[in-house]
């Protein structure tokens, strides 16, 4: 007689951890897709690691030098791919404004 084409067919357990296996690495690979391949995070060293806040900002105050300055940030991937980003500044102090002749202190009368 032929098989009941209706009735539930036996599945294997390894297929089934197998299909589960894949399902968990799916998952983990979409949850951290933007750390794997998308924007590497910044580090910073001046002498010292900088590092960000949870949205991703930094500070550091530099002591830029009169004319122009380079600045250098490399950011790293996970995966070791390094970018290097190299910024320019130009500084020019300000220079204190002279003091008026009748604001010396003294008064005649």
Do not use: C, H, W
């Amino acid at each position: 007689m032929p098989s009941n084409r209706f009735a539930f067919k036996k599945i294997r357990t390894s297929r089934i951890v197998v299909l589960f296996l894949v399902a968990v690495i799916l998952a983990f690979l979409g949850f951290r897709f933007n750390d794997i391949l998308g924007k590497p995070k910044i580090d910073v060293t001046v002498p010292e690691v900088i590092y960000p806040d949870e949205e991703g900002y930094f500070e550091k105050r530099v002591q830029l030098q009169p004319g122009l300055n380079r600045l250098n940030f490399a950011v790293k991937r996970y995966l070791g791919q390094e970018t290097v980003l190299e910024e320019q500044v130009f500084y020019q102090p300000q220079t204190a404004p002279a003091l008026p002749a009748e604001s010396t202190g003294t008064t005649t009368e």
